[in-house]
């Protein structure tokens, strides 16, 4: 089946309208149980006071939002704002005192970061982290790709296992709230973007990139706490560019992005003042009582928060990142887009770190099961590292490992005779419709797999067990035929997107006859 395959217009109206109204009926539910329940004994903690006029609190289980928008949020902007300012300031006055701003920016960003973390985190974690890169750099110039991942990978354990993590965090001083997420946040980001400045000098022919090269790397402060990473390649790239020049519409594309992003923070809080969809999956005894639509629609708003939280967190950061002309990674594909495991993730720093190092440099195309399975599970070892081992996020890998082979199981034995014989019998239409059917339950999945990271283990076997067993067949079947809605306008905005790109060319006249003169 072409990506390209249409079907009738009014086929796509009847989803659409299935679709809006399973999302009303699903939000209904959780509306009402948020409302009756505001003042249940188990929300006190999470749930706090809002609106006071209008009579509603407010949503307020996830630390990360709170801290990024309410408690510390004059904070991260007045560092990003010194950022941009302190930028701005020294390409006015290198023209006067006779130095290439455009040559010297890298190193401008580099010396303001370095003195922001200094100022934020003092003297010790400025040089652990500084020995975690002299560490990497040391390594690097033996130019061996594993000797690299062995010393990355044994770096970045030590801040995410006892005891050694531990020992680390004691040498930073100081008791302000943000320290913890600071210290793991920095130090994580930093040996992640030392190891691809270890791995790209491995594959730099002649000489070495030299030490301060990675110190300016490393320390751009948008994305020193909290990402995402920009491979070195790139960024070095893209920072020791001296043709600064904005491409037409470009700054009008900025602005437009940093306000969308501002209208996602405004959304977001008035969802939060009526739809306690994080609060609700933490009290297993109200989740028991809900209806089996309630269950599906706070998985999924769960995940779409999620994605939410990471676009607007990260566009933040990008935003600045553009006003250096960098060009940074794009914020995570929306779950709403996502059936199939191949695309899934919620950080796509971190997922292009992954993909070019480890998943297509071990699986190449993608279409030997071997290789898919070597290159998932050392994908997802690393990346149960990055998250730091314990039970919960073991399981996680596992599910998401698996699915990304069962994806390519599927396809291999879908491509046999008699089954790949029948396919092409039938019309394009027809196999879109039934490649539906599995992606819509591959979409279940997904959330599956992904909501036990975000909520906990018990509500994801909650809403699976709810949705597989004991709502079989009603609630089952009617889940599905509404994803299956969802997975066909997916699949139609793929395939606009794909004419927009590369357009069918005009069939001719008369069947391609030429007309006689």
């Not at 906990?456 to 067949?473: D, Q, T, W, Y």
């Amino acid at each position: 089946m072409g990506i390209k395959t249409a079907l009738p217009r009014y086929e796509l109206y009847l989803y659409t309208a299935v679709l809006a109204v399973a999302l009303i009926w699903a939000g209904s539910w959780i509306f009402e149980a948020s409302s009756e329940n505001a003042n249940r004994k188990s929300f006190k903690e999470s749930v706090k006071p809002g609106w006071h006029y209008f009579g509603r609190k407010m949503d307020a289980a996830d630390f990360e939002w709170v801290m990024w928008f309410t408690t510390f949020r004059n904070h991260i902007l007045f560092a990003l704002v010194g950022h941009v300012i302190f930028a701005k300031i020294f390409s006015l006055v290198a023209p006067k005192i006779v130095i290439n701003g455009c040559k010297h920016r890298s190193l401008v960003f580099g010396v303001y970061g370095g003195l922001a973390v200094l100022v934020t985190m003092g003297w010790t974690f400025l040089a652990l982290v500084l020995s975690h890169c002299i560490i990497l750099y040391s390594v690097a110039i033996f130019k061996s790709k594993w000797m690299c991942f062995a010393a990355g990978l044994c770096t970045l354990a030590s801040i995410k296992l006892e005891p050694f993590n531990s020992w680390q965090e004691a040498l930073v001083t100081g008791s302000f709230s943000l320290q913890d997420i600071l210290f793991y946040g920095g130090c994580g980001f930093s040996i992640m973007r030392c190891m691809s400045f270890a791995l790209e000098n491995c594959e730099k022919k002649e000489g070495n990139y030299t030490f301060s090269d990675l110190v300016k790397y490393n320390f751009y402060l948008p994305f020193f706490f909290f990402g995402p990473i920009m491979t070195f390649d790139r960024f070095h790239a893209q920072a020791n560019n001296t043709q600064l020049i904005r491409k037409e519409r470009e700054m009008w594309n900025i602005t437009t992005k940093a306000l969308l992003h501002l209208g996602g923070i405004l959304v977001v809080d008035v969802f939060f003042h009526y739809l306690y969809i994080l609060t609700i999956p933490s009290d297993m005894k109200l989740v028991a009582k809900l209806s089996d639509w309630s269950l599906a629609g706070l998985a999924y708003s769960n995940l779409v928060y999620d994605w939410v939280k990471s676009a607007v967190m990260f566009g933040v950061i990008n935003t600045v990142a553009m006003l250096d002309h960098l060009d940074p990674p794009q914020p995570p594909k929306c779950i709403t887009m996502l059936y199939v495991f191949a695309e899934t993730h919620f950080d796509r720093g971190i997922n292009d770190w992954l993909c070019k190092y480890v998943y297509d440099y071990i699986g190449g195309n993608h279409d030997q099961i071997f290789k898919e399975l070597l290159a998932t599970i050392c994908t997802f070892g690393i990346t149960t590292l990055w998250l730091g081992p314990c039970e919960l996020v073991y399981i996680w890998s596992f599910f998401n490992c698996f699915g990304l082979n069962f994806e390519l199981w599927v396809a291999k034995f879908f491509s046999l005779p008699p089954l790949s014989t029948i396919e092409s019998a039938m019309g394009e239409a027809m196999s879109r419709r039934i490649r539906g059917l599995f992606n819509a339950a591959n979409f279940w999945a997904i959330v599956l797999y992904n909501v036990l990271s975000l909520n906990s283990l018990e509500f994801a076997k909650m809403v699976g067990r709810r949705l597989i067993f004991k709502g079989f067949p009603l609630s089952t079947l009617s889940v599905l035929l509404v994803t299956y809605c969802g997975v066909q306008l997916v699949k139609e905005r793929e395939r606009q997107q794909a004419l927009l790109e590369d357009p069918e060319p005009a069939k001719p006249v008369d069947g391609g006859k030429e007309k006689a003169e």
